[in-house]
C-alpha cells in the first residue's frame, strides 16, 4: 500500500472556519466534527482522497458506510 502525500499543515476538513485552528486540542477538535460543525477544506490537499469522502464525512451518522465499506472506497484511491 501507498502512502497519500501530505502537505504540511493542510487538512481535509476547514477547521479555522469554526475556529478550531492548529493549536487546538484534540478533544475539541473531535466535538467540532462530532457536531458536524467542520466544513470541508476548499484546498483539497488529497483530491482523490477527499472526492471520494466528502460524502462520508458530511454524512449522518446512520449513513455512513461501515468499516469494510469505508476499507474498500479508501482502497480504490490507492490503486
Do not use: C, N
Request: glycine share 6%.
Amino acid at each position: 500500500m501507498s502512502f497519500l502525500p501530505v502537505r504540511a499543515g493542510v487538512r481535509p476538513l476547514d477547521y479555522k472556519a469554526v475556529g478550531t485552528g492548529s493549536g487546538a486540542s484534540v478533544e475539541a477538535m473531535r466535538a467540532a466534527i462530532a457536531q458536524r460543525a467542520v466544513p470541508m477544506s476548499t484546498s483539497m490537499p488529497w483530491p482523490a482522497l477527499q472526492v471520494r469522502l466528502q460524502d462520508v464525512l458530511l454524512a449522518d451518522p446512520e449513513d455512513r458506510p461501515t468499516a469494510a465499506e469505508l476499507t474498500e472506497l479508501v482502497a480504490v484511491v490507492d490503486r
